[in-house]
């Protein structure tokens, strides 16, 4: 990521916060896995998205027209014998000088210096519910202010939802954050590319996910954005199946969902394809009937559209296919308008992606469904469900789960596919898996 973007969102807020005003962001903790054992590190979006401040224990506060500064973070201070045991930290100096703050001091000293810096203002953002001990010190600090009502002392009059302004900021992504993005997926497409060409009979879906971390290690990634999914055969259509400990079996289709996550931006790549390299009749319909739903989706990927555009089009396409199946009878229109198509596809075509797989970002305003404009990205995903015993349907759909998602980027003029490295029609998936 371009250094440069981290001063240039923070001038934006603070620009939207305006003089007279505060912004608080607190860092996300350090987690624990069991007893003495610590998850790698992960900054919490937000806080990352302004600072790109990599460590624990810090609290980024901005001060429009603050005259000592107007970027102030408190985080730890250095300390030689943890640094042996945990590696280097930054400390105040290095906050200043390596990444960028007007000032700095010790978390420590956060009880002594922000309920200061809160009594200069008039409104606080911030984000209420996200840090239950801030929120907790925030109270007593307000509470602390009022008691000085005598001395001439106010607190705060305003306190505003700081998620409402950032998380709008998020949605629209910069050059720079495009750039990543494109990385992390052309990173992703190439690891799905190995496992379709590595795919056999008798493999587990243990093995495919070894070798998609593998492969995003390999190119220098270590993070993935969230839990890969492998299912072979009926587990494919179970939407978040993540045990991926079944041998994969002759004849079967296997679905994965996996995408490595670059610089904390997110991935998020699905593909589906025939464990022995060739789609039978049936899987080839309704294989063939989603990616027709998905072409048709991206194809309203484009500015001026509403956020709901790609899924309509997605359900207009899968309805009607599985009418022309034998899957569903009826009209089409009367199917849609009664959600029959549910049986088989019941989730969203796709969410905002981002910082976050599930990207932050409101999906409607005053009740109506956004509009698309360039530097959104969305995923497009529409998928069929058809587990083994499901009543009223013919054997040889059963045990079938497909789902096809790609990362797409609104531009000025259309949409960008940033994962279009990864195969997805039948023609491409059958080539590769015959070499």
Not at 10 to 29: C, E, N, T, W
Not at 144 to 159: D, L, M, N, T, Y
Request: charged fraction near 25%.
């Amino acid at each position: 990521m371009n250094p440069a973007e981290f001063p240039r969102r923070r001038r934006q807020l603070m620009r939207i916060m305006g003089k007279g005003s505060i912004a608080i962001v607190p860092a996300a903790p350090q987690c624990l896995r069991n007893r003495d054992v610590r998850y790698r590190y992960r900054p919490d979006s937000d806080f990352y998205y302004l600072t790109g401040f990599p460590e624990p224990e810090a609290v980024a506060v901005l001060i429009p027209g603050r005259d000592q500064g107007q970027y102030i973070l408190f985080c730890r201070e250095k300390d030689p014998k943890k640094e042996r045991w945990d590696g280097a930290i930054a400390g105040p100096q290095g906050a200043v000088e390596l990444y960028g703050a007007d000032d700095a001091f010790p978390i420590g000293d956060l009880d002594d210096i922000l309920p200061r810096m809160l009594e200069q203002c008039d409104k606080v953002f911030y984000s209420m519910g996200a840090d239950a001990e801030l929120d907790q010190r925030m109270s007593q600090w307000i509470s602390r202010i009022r008691g000085k009502a005598r001395s001439g002392v106010h607190p705060p009059q305003e306190f505003i939802a700081l998620d409402h302004h950032l998380h709008d900021m998020r949605l629209y992504k910069s050059r720079s954050e495009v750039a990543v993005m494109r990385r992390a997926a052309r990173i992703s497409a190439a690891a799905h590319r190995e496992l379709m060409a590595a795919c056999r009979p008798g493999m587990t879906e243990l093995d495919l996910e070894g070798l998609f971390l593998q492969a995003c290690y390999r190119k220098g990634v270590r993070e993935q954005a969230y839990q890969p999914i492998v299912g072979g055969g009926d587990n494919a259509t179970v939407l978040h199946y993540i045990n991926n400990d079944q041998v994969l079996a002759d004849g079967d289709l296997v679905l994965v969902d996996a995408g490595c996550e670059l610089e904390c931006y997110a991935s998020d790549i699905t593909r589906t394809f025939p464990v022995n390299g060739r789609f039978s009749e049936p899987q080839r319909q309704l294989y063939q009937l989603v990616l027709d739903a998905q072409l048709a989706a991206i194809a309203q990927v484009k500015p001026g559209n509403p956020y709901n555009a790609p899924h309509k089009a997605a359900v207009r396409t899968l309805t009607r296919g599985l009418v022309k199946l034998g899957l569903l009878k009826g009209q089409p229109a009367k199917l849609i308008k009664e959600e029959k198509y549910k049986k088989f596809f019941m989730h969203g075509t796709g969410h905002w992606l981002g910082l976050d797989v599930h990207d932050v970002g409101d999906y409607k305003i005053d009740g109506h469904w956004r509009e698309l404009e360039p530097g959104m990205v969305v995923t497009v995903e529409p998928g069929l469900y058809i587990p083994r015993g499901m009543r009223g349907v013919a054997k040889k759909w059963q045990g079938i789960g497909i789902r096809i998602e790609d990362d797409v980027l609104v531009t000025r003029d259309g949409h960008d596919v940033l994962s279009k490295d990864a195969p997805k029609t039948i023609e491409e998936i059958e080539a590769l898996m015959a070499r």
